[in-house]
């Protein structure tokens, strides 16, 4: 990124690709070599990117919008936000860029303007991601206390706050991004393996029993919910250039990309209707602790899968922790050399830089539990942080570069560009309904009353 000139005291960030800096795609290594990923390491490394907690609440997000709205708007969602993303790679195109890094192609394709917002806004998706992980981490840890019968834990915030804390911290000095990979890895393959056998199960329910008489089929009340966790449940824009860039074929990302993201949104989908119909009104926030130690091989699946999510969340603020030591003030406040704001990778950075990168990372873990202290439900802030910071750089930044970029070379025509803004149009309402929904189910405290009620 550019040096900001003396005295500017603009936040210098860089886009928190956690795929880009957290390991080698063939070696889980940092050092990546071009030219080594074969097609199905790609399709696993999308698969890998994409899918996470965000699909535990496909069940919940799609009982509370209804099954028919899901089985319209899954995949039109899909289609334009595949539609939108294949407008960076239509820029990396012109410009010849094979590269992995975001910002530089925004720099590259005189999107200058937009950068500093983008990265905030990049690095507010990964920091939302760690509260939503510290959530999950808090509600596994009181669903194992309550089916062991732990009634001292079992439902007592204040103690799950603190022993979650307590096991979380000794990760933020942990100085080496790396090492989360492997659990990355086995997260992966786990909530793979557990959503197809939670599926089975619940179609086999309707198959036995029918559809619960409380399945919701359409309510556009919730539609905002649905876009939000959507939003944050498939969204790829910190992929796509990590990935193709270390690619055998770059030609064959395009496809591969959107074919393997439209297989998971049917996945998604899918599995959503299987639980919405299974369960009905029972879907509730994560699907996986509805289910108790009675089913012992959904129980086995969710106790590994929430360990691995449990033991790799906090990779998700070293990109984080990074960008706040490059800002220039804080390096100047911390007495760090302002001439290394830049340095990256693992292998050249000052002892005093990783000390403080320690104490930022521990201090964001201690500031994303006290936001779950706060009481926040897991769906309203999946909401929130899907339609106020997924969508954004899902919706609206690939449009601008595109528009700024072709504009200025004037090929863009003028009906293409009313197309495009029509879609950034829509994205941004979207995104306040969403907004407006979540802050309404805060303010009247929805889904935490439906919890217990269930």
């Given at each position: 990124?550019?040096?900001?000139?003396?005295?500017?005291?603009?936040?210098?960030?860089?886009?928190?690709?956690?795929?880009?800096?957290?390991?080698?795609?063939?070696?889980?290594?940092?050092?990546?070599?071009?030219?080594?990923?074969?097609?199905?390491?790609?399709v696993?490394?999308i698969?890998?990117?994409?899918?996470?907690?965000?699909?535990?609440?496909?069940?919940?997000?799609?009982?509370?919008?209804?099954?028919?709205?899901?089985?319209?708007?899954?995949?039109?969602?899909?289609?334009?936000?595949?539609?939108?993303?294949?407008?960076?790679?239509?820029?990396?195109?012109?410009?010849?860029?094979?590269?992995?890094s975001?910002?530089?192609?925004?720099?590259?394709?005189?999107?200058?303007?937009?950068?500093?917002?983008?990265?905030?806004?990049?690095?507010?998706?990964?920091?939302?991601?760690?509260?939503?992980?510290?959530?999950?981490?808090?509600?596994?840890?009181?669903?194992?206390?309550?089916?062991?019968?732990?009634?001292?834990?079992?439902?007592?915030?204040w103690?799950?706050?603190?022993?979650t804390?307590?096991?979380?911290?000794?990760?933020?000095?942990?100085?080496?991004?790396?090492?989360?990979?492997?659990?990355?890895?086995?997260?992966?393959?786990?909530?793979?393996?557990?959503?197809?056998?939670?599926?089975g199960?619940?179609?086999?329910?309707?198959?036995?029993?029918?559809?619960?008489?409380?399945?919701?089929?359409?309510?556009?009340?919730?539609?905002?919910?649905?876009?939000?966790?959507?939003?944050?449940?498939?969204?790829?824009?910190?992929?796509?250039?990590?990935?193709?860039?270390?690619m055998?074929?770059?030609?064959?990302?395009?496809?591969?990309?959107?074919?393997?993201?439209?297989?998971?949104?049917l996945?998604?989908?899918?599995?959503?209707?299987s639980?919405?119909?299974?369960?009905?009104?029972?879907?509730?926030?994560?699907?996986?602790?509805?289910?108790?130690?009675?089913?012992?091989?959904?129980?086995?699946?969710?106790?590994?899968?929430?360990?691995?999510?449990?033991?790799?969340?906090?990779?998700?603020?070293?990109?984080?922790?990074?960008?706040?030591?490059?800002?220039?003030?804080?390096?100047?406040?911390?007495?760090?050399?302002?001439?290394?704001?830049?340095?990256?990778?693992?292998?050249?950075?000052?002892e005093?830089?990783?000390?403080?990168?320690?104490?930022?990372?521990?201090?964001?873990?201690?500031?994303?539990?006290?936001?779950?202290?706060?009481?926040?439900?897991?769906?309203?802030?999946?909401?929130?942080?899907?339609?106020?910071?997924?969508?954004?750089?899902?919706?609206?930044?690939p449009?601008?570069?595109?528009?700024?970029?072709f504009?200025?070379?004037?090929?863009?025509?003028?009906?293409?560009?009313?197309?495009?803004?029509?879609?950034?149009?829509?994205?941004?309402?979207?995104?306040?309904?969403?907004?407006?929904?979540?802050?309404?189910?805060?303010?009247?405290?929805?889904h935490?009353s439906?919890?217990?009620?269930?």
């Open positions: 990124m550019s040096k900001p000139a003396e005295g500017d005291s603009v936040v210098m960030v860089d886009v928190p690709v956690v795929i880009n800096q957290t390991f080698d795609t063939e070696t889980e290594s940092p050092k990546a070599h071009k030219g080594h990923v074969t097609t199905t390491w790609a696993f490394l698969f890998r990117s994409l899918v996470g907690i965000g699909v535990l609440t496909m069940p919940h997000a799609i009982q509370h919008f209804g099954i028919n709205g899901a089985v319209v708007f899954f995949p039109i969602f899909a289609v334009v936000l595949l539609y939108v993303l294949d407008l960076l790679l239509q820029i990396a195109t012109d410009l010849g860029y094979t590269g992995s975001i910002d530089e192609l925004i720099e590259k394709s005189g999107n200058q303007k937009y950068l500093r917002t983008f990265c905030i806004m990049n690095n507010g998706m990964m920091i939302a991601s760690s509260i939503v992980n510290c959530i999950f981490a808090v509600m596994f840890l009181n669903w194992t206390s309550c089916n062991m019968g732990i009634s001292s834990m079992c439902n007592n915030k103690l799950l706050h603190l022993l804390a307590l096991i979380s911290l000794p990760f933020g000095f942990i100085r080496r991004m790396g090492i989360f990979a492997l659990t990355s890895m086995i997260a992966t393959i786990v909530i793979l393996i557990t959503i197809n056998v939670m599926m199960y619940q179609w086999n329910n309707v198959i036995k029993d029918g559809v619960s008489s409380t399945a919701t089929y359409f309510n556009l009340w919730h539609f905002g919910e649905f876009f939000g966790v959507a939003c944050f449940s498939i969204e790829g824009i910190g992929l796509i250039l990590p990935i193709r860039s270390v055998k074929d770059q030609r064959s990302f395009k496809w591969i990309f959107h074919i393997t993201a439209m297989a998971i949104v996945w998604y989908m899918i599995f959503g209707i639980g919405a119909m299974s369960l009905g009104s029972k879907a509730k926030g994560i699907i996986l602790f509805i289910y108790g130690s009675q089913l012992k091989l959904i129980y086995g699946l969710a106790m590994a899968y929430s360990i691995s999510i449990f033991l790799s969340f906090p990779m998700y603020l070293f990109p984080v922790a990074q960008s706040i030591l490059t800002n220039r003030w804080v390096r100047e406040k911390l007495e760090l050399n302002v001439e290394l704001q830049n340095v990256r990778g693992e292998d050249n950075i000052p005093k830089e990783e000390k403080m990168g320690v104490l930022v990372r521990v201090s964001l873990i201690l500031g994303c539990f006290l936001v779950s202290l706060s009481g926040i439900n897991i769906i309203d802030s999946i909401n929130l942080a899907g339609s106020i910071l997924n969508s954004m750089t899902a919706f609206v930044f449009i601008l570069f595109y528009i700024n970029y504009g200025l070379k004037g090929e863009l025509s003028a009906g293409r560009k009313k197309w495009l803004i029509s879609i950034m149009v829509v994205g941004v309402v979207l995104s306040i309904a969403s907004v407006i929904e979540g802050l309404i189910s805060i303010a009247s405290n929805r935490n439906q919890e217990k009620r269930t």
